[in-house]
């Protein structure tokens, strides 16, 4: 019958990560991308099964001492909505003094149900959650700079004051927030991993397909919530 040295011999030698690998330490911290009823499947601005990773975030944040948190928090009439613009529809685009942007449906807006976080969400131990996107003249995808890519929002100082050099970026939107998110870290020189099925897409135009290939250039590790230990 099968011998121990049998079963080794089939051990595959395909993974770039060891299933397992990854320990978080006090040098790391989880952040956590606008996990929010309005990116959940019954919001304003619903990202295809964002509702599923959910409980693999709750899972992953057990993982980590350190995590953040942030919220995409908009007044009413902000320019990054349609509404705002006339003759606009949602998913349309309009140049702004600081470049291309994408008109959103309304969505989180502050101190709405649809702006909270997800109600499944369960990390009592998160440390600081950070609000973006309040400025009504500039949109903030990035939890460390705003779109007019000179406003930052502290984060960067937060973390390095709390010696934190590593950073593991998860939530909605795989393509908007997470990944600006993910490059403004490496711009911050923090060592970026992105925990892809810990993440979901909206999906523009093969928009997630793009965010991977710009990370993938920004040096950031594409991993999955199975390689922590
Ligand atoms: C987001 C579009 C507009 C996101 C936020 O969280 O990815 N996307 N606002
Ligand atoms: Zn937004």
Not at 14 to 27: E, F, N, R, T, V
């Amino acid at each position: 019958l099968g011998s121990a040295a049998a079963v080794a011999s089939v051990t595959p030698l395909s993974s770039a990560l060891a299933a397992g690998a990854i320990k978080p330490g006090k040098q790391s911290v989880l952040l956590v991308i606008d996990v929010q009823n309005c990116f959940l499947p019954t919001g304003t601005l619903p990202v295809k099964d964002g509702d599923q990773v959910v409980p693999v975030i709750n899972e992953l944040s057990k993982k980590f001492q350190n995590v953040v948190m942030t919220q995409d928090w908009h007044p009413a009439g902000h320019s990054s909505f349609a509404s705002s613009h006339d003759g606009k529809a949602p998913f349309e685009t309009v140049e702004m003094d600081y470049g291309t942007q994408v008109l959103w449906p309304d969505h989180c807006i502050q101190g709405t149900k649809d702006a909270e976080l997800a109600p499944g969400l369960d990390i009592p131990h998160a440390q600081l959650i950070i609000r973006k996107g309040w400025n009504s003249a500039v949109d903030s995808y990035s939890a460390f700079r705003e779109a007019d890519k000179k406003t930052m929002t502290g984060l960067t100082g937060y973390l390095k004051e709390r010696g934190i050099s590593d950073v593991y970026v998860c939530g909605l939107a795989t393509d908007f927030c997470v990944a600006w998110s993910a490059i403004d870290g490496t711009i911050s020189e923090f060592n970026v991993s992105v925990i892809e099925d810990a993440s979901r897409g909206i999906d523009l135009n093969g928009s997630v397909a793009t965010a991977w290939a710009d990370m993938k250039k920004a040096g950031i590790a594409r991993i999955q919530s199975g390689d922590f230990a």
